[in-house]
């Protein structure tokens, strides 16, 4: 028969994998939802308060997380474990699976139902602004009510002049169009920072707004040619 402290152990390392589902294996279901309640809360309220893309309210939000995987792994060692009952592992794993259902469904559309989404720069062509090997975090929801500016850099799709070909998402910077003006035709013209190494609206023309995902707003962080984090690209405000 397992021991009591086994228990816990084994109890403790399913809720770093999955918050709160230590303390359901333990029999305290309240600090299991609460744990949960917390994290998901504290995630919404900076997604739609914008706090998002700041890089201290990340910091915060980070910290706040790791208190919160520290209490409630630290709950599961301490606490004692209650007696078994014939529903236990069935309700272990239905939290562990709606928890990461819900994990898994929201990150697929962040971009829609938070207004965040994440993409990675693979080439040069934003260079200086933006570095190969960095993850960027996109406001999609910059131009529900403000209108798209001289100079943003946003991700747009873009597809080949056939036209059934797989979308490509692209990152550059909003630009006049040749003649001098914003717009033309409901068109954007983009080019990439360095225009020797970028390809934008000289080859493919103007995009349609529609066709524009969101502003660029944040670095969250870079990794170099030898997969090593960058010091210089945490948190990095993009202009």
Known sequence: MITTPLKRFAASLLNILIPGAGLIALGYWRLAFLTQIALISSLLLLCFSRLIFSPEYIIALLIFTLIIYLVSTTL?????????????????????????????????????????HLYFVPSMSMH????????ILVDTWAYNEKPINL?????????????????????????NW??????????????????????????????????????????????????????????????
């Open 178 to 239: 040749p003649q001098g003006s914003l717009q033309h035709n409901d068109l954007f013209y983009l080019l990439g920072d360095n225009s020797g190494a970028s390809y934008d609206s000289r080859r493919f023309g103007g995009i349609k707004q529609e066709s524009i995902v969101g502003k660029v707003k944040l670095v969250l962080l870079g990794i170099d040619n030898k997969q090593h984090l960058e010091d210089d690209s945490w948190l990095q405000p993009v202009n």
């Open 128 to 135: 200086p602004t933006l570095k190969p090997g960095q993850f």
């Open 151 to 175: 100079g943003d850099v946003v991700v747009f799709k873009q597809t080949d002049s056939v036209g059934y070909a797989q979308a490509t998402w692209l990152v550059k910077r909003i630009a």
């Open 76 to 116: 599961c060692y301490s606490l004692t474990y209650k007696a078994n009952s014939p529903t236990r592992f069935l309700a272990t794993a239905l939290f562990s699976a709606s928890a990461l259902c819900g994990l898994f469904l929201g990150f697929s559309y962040k971009d829609s139902w938070l207004g965040v």
